[in-house]
């Protein structure tokens, strides 16, 4: 598929794909704890809460969020608001009751479906907009309301460009943003991702470690298996214990992680080794992997691991390595379909190896930030958007992540990467997670600070700290050693699992004694 342009004028993205649920009948969609569901399930669930959705007032453009792990109310809730023509927003079950609060308000959702847990959480909701509060347990649980559901009931007749449904930045910055996405992303990302470049086909079983409320999530484990008829499985593991148990559990073939979870999995090989045997593939995004991490586990698991990256604003994947041509490090090459160019502050290319921004266009690029003039402004540029990455492009087409524009900072007029310096930590065999952030020493100087987390059977100590520092003098220049090593019981983490160093700079964190 290289355009949308064949999309037909009428184009629902829920029906496009119930309409390919219903070709697949009884093969496996979801598997979720002990249970399954069938594509043919899953299209008679999503019609009949779309039929409750409608009784209960939730009209076309209506918002509605859903506050759920991965489960099969997620999804169901997800596509019958969808076929409605209302626009679903998930909310990620990770962000502070604080921030769940703003978003049920920025997005004026008019339904929120939750758990009762949750709900007791969030005490009073203060949205004035809110009409309905449905869960998926308690005393009315969500599936009872849903199974009294009769005829289906017809989708809106949307367009390919029309809002089909909002995501939340994970807002490590400021507030998070409501993304809004058009009907046609969908289709878009899993032609030219899922099986352009992945080659996903119908006997896969896809188990992802980011959840549906996160962009590289909704794709993984909801429209990419569904566009190819594959089984995918709705997790709520927490760890990588978890995930080590959920993998030997349902033996998936594709395994879409993240870096913290590969490290987390290769630090406790020694008491509880992955059964890998079942996978054929494995995919990281959401950060920068560390070259270190991607050399433990192919020597570990004899694989490799295909490293992308996407943003929330393009939906998923631009740019990835493909499996037999990874180069470890790198972001891969662009995904074709998009365009991906390194630019300098000017917006001209830059020379292979020159550090610039980074830009892509793509048909998968949102409509807009919600309510956010003047940060849509700032980022798309006609069907450009500007990611506020930092990268280098090498003469053979791929990509390195240098860090955010706001990450990447200097010290005696010199450019550090805070990602040289993490991968560099990971190699020492006490270090489990590492972040590196400056540390203003007064007005004129900047020093390079370490946090780092350890590895069950170490401890902080002075000995260690200058067994750490020895590794990093003997691999980076003498501006890039940290002067300060500090250790964590864990590294502070966004929703979408990016190191926080917001919170780090703030230096509120209690250190490891």
Same mark, same amino acid.
């Given at each position: 598929m290289e355009s949308v342009s064949a999309l037909p004028k009428i184009f629902n993205i829920a029906a496009y794909f119930l309409d390919l649920a219903q070709q697949r009948g009884e093969r496996i969609a979801f598997y979720y704890q002990d249970q399954f569901y069938t594509y043919a399930q899953v299209r008679t669930w999503v019609q009949r809460i779309a039929k409750l959705l409608a009784e209960l007032g939730l009209d076309r453009e209506n918002r509605i969020a859903i506050l759920l792990p991965d489960t099969p109310e997620f999804v169901f809730t997800f596509w019958g608001a969808i076929w409605l023509g209302s626009l679903p927003v998930p909310i990620n079950t990770a962000c502070t009751a604080d921030d769940i609060q703003y978003i049920l308000q920025d997005s004026r959702a008019k339904i929120l479906v939750t758990t009762q847990a949750w709900l007791n959480n969030l005490g009073k909701i203060e949205s004035p907009f809110l009409q309905h509060v449905l869960t998926i347990d308690g005393d009315r649980p969500l599936m009872s309301l849903v199974v009294q559901q009769g005829d289906s009931i017809a989708c809106a007749a949307t367009s390919p460009e029309e809002p089909a449904f909002w995501l939340y930045t994970s807002g490590s910055t400021g507030r998070p943003k409501g993304v809004i996405h058009l009907h046609q992303s969908m289709v878009v990302c899993a032609e030219l991702y899922g099986k352009g470049v992945l080659g996903l086909r119908e006997n896969d079983i896809i188990y992802s470690v980011a959840k549906m409320p996160f962009a590289y999530g909704l794709g993984n484990t909801l429209y990419m298996p569904m566009a190819v008829g594959a089984a995918a499985i709705l997790s709520d593991a927490a760890n990588a214990f978890d995930v080590i148990a959920d993998i030997e559990k349902y033996q998936p073939t594709i395994l879409f992680g993240i870096p913290g979870i590969y490290a987390g999995i290769l630090a406790v090989h020694e008491i509880a080794p992955l059964n890998s045997s079942s996978l054929r593939l494995c995919v990281s995004a959401a950060e920068q992997l560390p070259k270190t991490i991607w050399l433990k586990w192919r020597q570990t698991h004899g694989m490799e691991i295909c490293e992308g990256i996407g943003t929330t604003e393009l939906l998923h994947i631009f740019l990835s390595n493909t499996p037999s041509e990874c180069r470890p490090g790198t972001s891969g090459r662009p995904v074709p379909g998009y365009d991906v160019q390194v630019v300098d502050e000017q917006g001209i290319p830059t $020379?292979?190896? !020159?550090?610039? +921004?980074? $830009? %892509?266009?793509?048909?998968?690029? #949102?409509?807009?930030?919600?309510?956010?003039?003047? !940060? &849509?402004?700032? =980022?798309? +540029?006609? &069907? &450009? #958007?500007?990611?506020?990455? @930092?990268? %280098?492009?090498? =003469?053979?087409?791929?990509?390195?992540? #240098?860090?955010? @524009?706001?990450?990447f900072f200097k010290v005696n007029g010199m450019w550090v990467s805070p990602f040289e310096v993490e991968d560099v930590l990971l190699q020492h065999e006490s270090v489990l997670d590492a972040a590196v952030v400056p540390e203003a020493q007064n007005e004129q100087l900047t020093r390079v600070t370490a946090y780092v987390s350890l590895k069950a059977g170490y401890e902080a100590s002075n000995d260690l700290e200058n067994s750490i520092r020895q590794t990093l003098k003997a691999q980076l220049q003498s501006f890039k050693v940290p002067k300060t090593i500090h250790f964590l019981k864990t590294i502070p983490r966004t929703p979408t699992g990016k190191v926080h160093r917001q919170a780090l700079l703030r230096n509120t964190l209690v250190e490891v004694s």
């Open positions: $020379q292979p190896g !020159e550090i610039g +921004y980074l $830009q %892509v266009s793509g048909e998968s690029l #949102m409509l807009g930030y919600w309510n956010r003039l003047r !940060e &849509t402004r700032n =980022a798309l +540029y006609g &069907t &450009t #958007m500007q990611t506020g990455d @930092k990268y %280098v492009c090498d =003469a053979d087409g791929y990509f390195r992540f #240098m860090g955010r @524009k706001d990450d």
